[in-house]
């Protein structure tokens, strides 16, 4: 033992603090006594640079370096010269089984990344440590001391941690995906494959052989797959390529590959990430979807083959629409059917193709359209190129601002309808009012015979027989006045007397009494075309038509105007007959123009009508224009009615031509210059109008014959069959009593075959009389007639002329 204390020279500032301390108050007494092995060891601690600490002495009390200052933090340097235990309470009772490990086995004993919860600032925390305990063991051999050195990592440790933590993420990332991912170094070679890979391919878990690749490519993908990741790993750009990778079931699945490198900061690649996505289905779908859409192609073009044709051969009328009023495509059926070509019918507005009539309810049909409703069965009238009218049905379904449409000719379905719907009102009418017409006649005849035989009565002086007419013709006359009120209609059966007709003269001969219907205000022109045929027409209705057709001109003219009547020549060809429901053939035109109010189409269309009237109550019938139609249709014409609002009218009558050179009108024989009877020739006289009867005895008596009367067939049928000499069956045709006339006629025919025939009839009973064709000694006399035409006829047939 020394009392030198020069082994406690320099050693920095805890070399002075050990100098300083009190140390004979502890149980280690003043450094003079210290052992040589304490000596040595605190003389190695104190020039270390490494942080270095002592425990000596049963109580392992504390001495250190500056190095080792730091690690007991506020501890420092409270620590120096006390026992361990008091030092490091906390983490005592891991560090002191250290401490006794060695100084029981005098080996030393290293601890690496050793946490020790150590209290620092006031808490405990983790931390951790590399340390070394080395025994020193004094002369006698036995341990005295533990050397300490070590030093904190708990910075190392948690980095570690952190990084163990993060791969971890990743790795539970990587496999948490559906897709194999996998990782390379920056030239290429694989270091990490995710579980999805190996599943995949059945390469063992963590094997990264790099060349495995060249057995998993198909074929025929090998060369690209590897072309495309050369040239990635030359270039740097992103990796992207479908190709087939073998599955571990051999067989072979698309996959998608993408690889994109990871760059340092200097922007060097440093690694390649990489997955394949298994798209086989996705394949397969795209495939399925190419194979569809290739026959839903060819089923397209099929059927607009189909529409094509369609569009082209039908004749209904096809194409688009704009609720612009513009048509955007039609179908070859328009310029069949219309004339219009392509481009007229696309270059204006819609509506001009339509009649004005129809403008109105087209307008709201493309309303109806614009909100979207669709319109079926709409009927209008379209101008063809050489101005006729077509009336077609339209379908239309609209389509945004768009409409479709398909439109079908119904021109000949209502002109059929509308001829029809005319003669079946003319039918009713003519049955109404034939009838009518027949017991009218008779009266007439009863009032003019009458009147004609007063007439020769008076002239002859016999003023006896005088009140015997007068009463018959008051009589007849009172009966004809009721008649009349009934008698609202005309008939088309009216007995028409036909007569070759020049009517340019007829037209002149009316010229003065239509100036004086018409009145001054309204001029009247005359345009007879030169070389007229003439017309086979009854001329006093014709004359009578004419007048109405004048009257009806004035009427439209209040505030006057000018009239122009106008003959014609006109040969209908096939079409224009057509036009007007006419034989092909030669017609003479009558026209009426005048310049006033004209007609509205519903006017027009209605014009014809019985009773149908614009005028105030009064002052029209309604019959003129219905009479004209029915007369100018008898005679094997038509009427015509061409006018415009505002424009004027011409009313048109076509009449059939006559070959030959018109009559001239016969002068009115007198009765009084009449043929009279040989003596004994004897008439039979059937008719159930006893006024016509007495008429017709007393002409008879008058010129010598004798006369026998019946009032109807079956009375009639019992005097032919007596054996009364009859030289001339006269007869009504109408009789009551279930015979007709013309039965009666053939029933005598029967008995005598000689037997001579006279029909008066009130009006044309063509069907009972056999359209006209009369056997011999068989003739028509119409009523009203005059007494001196029944007489010379009577003459006529007797005499057999
Ligand atoms: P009414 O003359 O008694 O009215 P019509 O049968 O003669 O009967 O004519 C029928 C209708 O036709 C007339 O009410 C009129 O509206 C129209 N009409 C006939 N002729 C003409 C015309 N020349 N101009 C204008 N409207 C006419
Ligand atoms: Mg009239």
Redesign the pocket.
Known sequence: MTNDAGFLSGGGAMGALIRAYEWAATPLGPPETWPQALRSAIDLCLHSSFPTAIYWGPELRLLYNDAWAPIPAERHPDALGRPGAEVWSEIWPIIAPQFQRVLDSGEGFAAFDQMLPMARGGRVEETWWTYSFTPIRSEDGTIAGVLNQGNEVTAHVRTQHALRESEGKFRGITNSVDQMIWSTLSDGFHDYYNDRWYEFTGVPAGSTDGEAWNDMFHPEDRERAWGVWRHSLETGETYHIEYRLKHHSGTYRWVLGRAQPVRDAKGDITRWFGSCTDIQEIVDAREVLARSRAELERQVAERTRERNRLWAMTNDLMGTAGLDGYLKAVNPAWTRMLGWSDAELLARPFSELVDKSDHAATADVVRRLSLGETVDGFVDHVFCKDGRLRTIMWSAVPEGALFYIVGRDITEQRNAEEALRQSQKMEAVGQLTGGLAHDFNNLLTGISGSLELLQTRVSQGRLGDVDRYVNAAQGAAKRAAALTHRLLAFSRRQTLDPKPTDVNRLVVGMEELVRRTIGPHVTLEVVAAGGLWSALVDPSQLENALL??C???R???PDGGRITIETANKWMDERAAKERDLDPGQYLSLC?T?T????TPE??A?????F????PIG??????????YGFVRQSGGQVR?Y?EIGA??T?CLYLPRHYGAAEDVEAVPDLSGAPRADAGETVLIVDDEPTVRMLVIEVLEDLGYTAIEAADGAGGLKVLQSDVRIDLLVTDVGLPGGMNGRQLADAGRVLRPTLKVLFITGYAENAVLGHGYLDRDMQVLTKPFVMEALASRIRDLIAGS
């Open positions: 109405n057709l009257i009806n001109a009427d439209a003219m009426v005048d006033g109010t004209g007609m006017v027009i209605r014009a014809f009508d019985p149908f009237t614009t005028k002052q029209g019938t309604g019959l003129g224009l219905s009479m004209i009615i006018s004027g009218t009313m």
